[in-house]
């Protein structure tokens, strides 16, 4: 005879897996706090004793340990000229910490606010670097904090210099500028002389454009009166109204700009790209065809750069936001920004 028994998952078994971290990981994530929390963001930094720092680089090393041998055969060889280029050489080093440490100490870094950039392409960071001291630095990088691509420059006395360091965000949307790292190894290139800086400043990254651009779709009925003769000014029945502030060149009529000079005057009239309008251009999401998220993105950021580069007034419609109908520098970052956030 045979009994059954109901199976029971072992306590152990059905308990979730929980990722044992090493005391080593432990420490090195409190460090880093602790380390972060000495610098707090801001766009502008002066570096003092406080937040530069100074280590031997590995030909430091080297040269010490080549210092150590040659003050110890002096030592057994009782050689006087080895005495003196021993101590000669300490000299020249403790000197080099000076001047090296020096380089940054007292420099005053400030970060312009970054423009807004597409993704794939980098996004630049103008740092100015500015010195009160009466001597010239010499030999100062930046980089991103991690990254391997330096850019270097020359700080003239009493003045200072523009340094445009790049990174490359990962995806659209609003991004805090990355940790940046100063350093310097002038003069002698024995001691590294760095400082950390986070800058507070935060970059806005378009989505990517569809490349090649696809065609406009089709317009939408304007709605009632807005392409009506009462909506439009005197003057405006022959496709052309008076020139208004902002309006792009290539719609300017120049012919009649040449009559018009010719007759003292400087009166410039520009087409009626509203009149030429006939219909409204709205882009949204379902007007894409595409069924991916970020193509759908791509191609209506096309769309705005498209139709912002012809002069037509387009508006925008995504999901619990609607721009109306519009042209213009503003009406086209306004577009983007809303296809980066959302």
Same mark, same amino acid.
């Given at each position: 005879?045979?009994?059954?028994?109901?199976?029971?998952?072992?306590?152990?078994?059905?308990?979730?897996?929980?990722?044992?971290?090493?005391?080593?990981?432990?420490?090195?994530?409190?460090?880093?706090?602790?380390?972060?929390?000495?610098?707090?963001?801001?766009?502008?930094?002066?570096?003092?004793?406080?937040?530069?720092? +100074?280590?031997? @680089?590995? &030909?430091?090393?080297?040269?010490?340990?080549?210092?150590? =041998?040659?003050?110890? #055969? /002096?030592? *057994?060889?009782?050689?006087?000229?080895?005495?003196?280029?021993?101590?000669?050489?300490?000299?020249?080093?403790?000197?080099?910490?000076?001047?090296?440490?020096?380089?940054?100490?007292?420099?005053?870094?400030?970060?312009?606010?970054?423009?807004?950039?597409?993704?794939?392409?980098?996004?630049?960071?103008? +740092?100015?670097? @500015?010195? &009160?001291?009466?001597?010239?630095?010499?030999?100062?990088? =930046?980089?991103?904090? #991690? /990254?391997? *691509?330096?850019?270097?420059?020359?700080?003239?006395?009493?003045?200072?210099?523009?340094?445009?360091?790049?990174?490359?965000?990962?995806?659209?949307?609003?991004?805090?500028?990355?940790?940046?790292?100063?350093?310097?190894?002038?003069?002698?290139?024995?001691?590294?002389?760095?400082?950390?800086?986070?800058?507070?400043?935060?970059?806005?990254?378009?989505?990517?454009?569809?490349?090649?651009?696809?065609?406009?779709?089709? #317009?939408?009925?304007?709605?009632?009166?807005?392409?009506?003769?009462?909506?439009?000014?005197?003057?405006?029945?022959?496709?052309?109204?008076?020139?208004?502030?902002?309006?792009?060149?290539?719609?300017?009529?120049?012919?009649?700009?040449?009559?018009?000079?010719?007759?003292?005057?400087?009166?410039?009239?520009?087409?009626?790209?509203?009149?030429?309008?006939?219909?409204?251009?709205?882009?949204?999401?379902?007007?894409?065809?595409?069924?991916?998220?970020?193509?759908?993105?791509?191609?209506?950021?096309?769309?705005?750069?498209?139709?912002?580069?012809?002069?037509?007034?387009?508006?925008?419609?995504?999901?619990?936001?609607?721009?109306?109908?519009?042209?213009?520098?503003?009406?086209?970052?306004?577009?983007?920004?809303?296809?980066?956030?959302?």
């Amino acid at each position: 005879m045979q009994s059954s028994h109901p199976t029971s998952a072992s306590p152990t078994a059905a308990a979730p897996r929980r990722t044992l971290r090493s005391p080593n990981a432990i420490l090195r994530e409190r460090w880093r706090a602790w380390w972060w929390s000495r610098v707090p963001p801001a766009n502008t930094l002066t570096l003092t004793q406080r937040n530069v720092y +100074i280590l031997p @680089t590995g &030909a430091g090393w080297m040269l010490a340990l080549t210092l150590f =041998l040659l003050l110890i #055969g /002096s030592i *057994n060889f009782q050689l006087n000229l080895g005495y003196l280029l021993t101590f000669l050489l300490v000299g020249c080093v403790a000197v080099s910490i000076y001047v090296c440490h020096s380089t940054l100490r007292g420099l005053h870094l400030h970060l312009a606010d970054p423009a807004p950039q597409f993704l794939g392409s980098g996004s630049p960071l103008e +740092i100015t670097l @500015t010195s &009160a001291r009466k001597q010239p630095r010499y030999a100062i990088g =930046l980089t991103v904090y #991690g /990254s391997t *691509n330096w850019v270097w420059a020359d700080v003239p006395a009493a003045g200072s210099a523009v340094v445009h360091v790049t990174f490359q965000p990962a995806s659209r949307g609003l991004h805090t500028v990355p940790t940046l790292k100063a350093e310097t190894r002038y003069p002698l290139g024995t001691f590294r002389v760095w400082t950390i800086w986070r800058p507070a400043a935060q970059v806005l990254v378009y989505p990517q454009p569809e490349k090649p651009a696809p065609q406009l779709p089709a #317009g939408e009925p304007r709605s009632q009166g807005a392409g009506s003769a009462s909506a439009r000014g005197v003057g405006e029945f022959d496709g052309v109204r008076a020139y208004q502030r902002g309006d792009p060149l290539k719609l300017v009529i120049w012919k009649k700009a040449a009559k018009s000079f010719a007759a003292g005057t400087d009166d410039l009239v520009s087409r009626d790209s509203q009149q030429s309008q006939q219909q409204e251009l709205w882009f949204d999401l379902a007007a894409t065809g595409l069924h991916e998220r970020e193509a759908r993105i791509s191609r209506l950021t096309s769309w705005v750069l498209q139709a912002d580069r012809l002069g037509l007034d387009y508006g925008l419609r995504l999901s619990g936001r609607e721009i109306p109908p519009n042209s213009g520098a503003a009406h086209r970052h306004r577009c983007l920004e809303a296809l980066a956030l959302c």
